[in-house]
C-alpha cells in the first residue's frame, strides 16, 4: 500500500514515525512523508529522517495560509446575513484550493492512504475540493479533550455548515466533518465529548509501548540533533535527573531569574536537564551551559525513551504534567512561586493553583 503522512510539527512527525514502527517488518520503509514548512521550521530533521531510511521519500512542503493570497480577502468579509456568509465562503474554499494547488509537491491521488495531521490547514482543503479520501489525525494529545474546535469554529447555524461540508463538500469544516475525510483519529475516545461517528481510537501509549529497544534509539537518534554530544554528557556520571519544563513567563530578565532559583532550588537532588517551551525565547544554553538544554522542538515523548536517565523528578510551573509518566515524581510549582516575581493578578486566572 502506498501511503503518505502529511505533518505540520516535530510530533506529528514522531507520531508518524511510531505508526511506521508498528507495521510489519517487510512493511515498514515504503512511506512517504511531506514536512509543511508553513508553521515549523524542521532545521535538520529532513536529514535524520533520510537517514533512518524509516520513509521512502521525505519532502518539504512550502504549504501557504490564505493570508499569502490577497485576493481571498473579500470573501472573508462580514456580510450581514448566513446567506450571503455561506455564498461568500463556498467561494473562498473552491479559490484557496486553486490557489494552494501550485504549491502542492506529489499527486496525491496516487497515494492509497493519506494521512493528514491538523486538517483544518490548508491541506484539508485542497484534498477536500479535489475529492480526494484522507484520514484526520488529532493535532496533539488529546486535542479535543478541551472543546469540540469543528463545532466551536462553526459556532451559530452549526447544523447548516455540518451539512454543506458533509454532505455537499461546498465548505470545508475540519477534524472528520468532511465529506471526503474518513475517519478522525484520537488517543482517547472517551475524552472527546462528541457524539460523531468518524472518531477512531489508536491509544499513543499502546503504540510506543510496542516499540523495540532498536525503535527506541532510532526515535532518540531521530529528535535529539546532538545524540553524540548528549552521550557524552550522560556518560560523565548521570544517575538521578532533574527535568525542568520552561514556559514563556514574564520579561526574559524576570523568566531568567524564575529559572535560576528553580534550578538553585533542585540541582543538589540531581543532574539538572532543561527543555525550554517551544515559544520561549530565553537563551538557556549560554545561561546555564553546564546543564544540557534539550532542543526546544523534542517531542516530551522523546524523553521517556532514554534508559540511561532516570528522571526522579519533572518541574514545571504551569505546564500541565498528567501525560508526563517517565519520572518518579511531578512537581507544578503554580502561583505560589510566581507571585514572588510579579502582582498575583497578572497570573493568567487558568493558571493559579491555590
Excluded at 507520531?15 to 515498514?28: F, L
Excluded at 534539550?294 to 521517556?304: R, Y
Aim: hydrophobic share 40%; charged share 30%.
Amino acid at each position: 500500500m502506498k501511503s503518505i503522512y502529511v505533518c505540520h510539527t516535530f510530533y506529528h512527525v514522531l507520531i508518524s514515525a511510531v505508526k511506521e514502527m508498528n507495521k510489519d517488518p517487510q512493511k515498514r520503509g515504503e512511506a512517504t512523508v511531506l514536512l509543511s514548512t508553513m508553521s515549523c521550521d524542521f532545521g535538520s530533521l529532513k536529514k535524520r529522517l533520510v537517514e533512518s531510511a524509516l520513509f521512502k521519500n521525505v519532502i518539504e512542503f512550502d504549504e501557504k495560509r490564505d493570508d499569502f493570497f490577497p485576493e481571498l480577502a473579500k470573501y472573508k468579509k462580514d456580510k450581514g446575513n448566513v446567506v450571503c456568509n455561506m455564498i461568500s465562503r463556498i467561494k473562498y474554499t473552491r479559490r484557496f484550493a486553486k490557489l494552494e494547488e501550485r504549491f502542492i509537491p506529489v499527486d496525491f491521488k496516487s497515494y492509497d492512504e493519506i494521512n493528514v495531521f491538523c486538517d483544518a490547514d490548508p491541506i484539508g482543503i485542497y484534498l477536500s475540493q479535489n475529492r480526494i479520501y484522507y484520514h484526520a489525525i488529532e493535532d496533539g494529545m488529546d486535542t479535543l479533550s478541551t472543546f469540540i474546535h469543528a463545532k466551536y469554529e462553526n459556532r451559530g447555524y452549526f447544523g447548516l455548515k455540518k451539512f454543506l461540508s458533509l454532505r455537499l463538500n461546498l465548505i470545508f469544516i475540519r477534524d472528520g466533518y468532511n465529506k471526503y475525510c474518513i475517519d478522525m483519529e484520537v488517543n482517547d475516545r472517551s475524552k472527546v465529548d462528541d457524539d460523531f461517528g468518524k472518531y477512531v481510537e489508536v491509544s499513543r501509549k499502546k503504540l510506543m509501548d510496542s516499540l523495540s529497544d532498536t525503535d527506541r534509539k532510532t526515535l532518540v537518534s531521530l529528535f535529539v540533533s546532538d545524540i553524540d554530544g548528549l552521550n557524552d554528557f550522560i556518560n560523565k556520571g548521570v544517575s538521578d535527573g532533574i527535568l525542568i519544563l520552561t514556559e514563556p513567563l514574564c520579561t526574559l530578565d524576570i523568566r531568567k531569574q524564575i529559572f535560576t532559583d528553580i534550578i538553585d532550588q533542585f540541582k543538589n537532588e540531581g543532574v539538572i536537564f532543561l527543555k525550554p517551551h517551544p515559544r520561549d525565547d530565553l537563551d538557556y544554553r549560554s545561561l546555564f551551559s553546564e546543564y544540557w538544554i534539550f532542543d526546544k522542538t523534542i517531542p516530551m515523548e522523546i524523553l521517556g525513551l532514554f534508559k540511561e536517565i532516570h528522571f526522579k523528578k519533572v518541574v514545571g510551573v504551569y505546564t500541565q504534567l498528567g501525560l508526563i509518566d517517565f519520572a518518579d515524581e511531578r512537581i507544578m510549582l503554580g502561583s505560589k512561586l510566581m507571585d514572588k516575581y510579579e502582582a498575583p493578578e497578572k497570573h493568567f486566572a487558568g493558571w493559579r493553583k491555590d
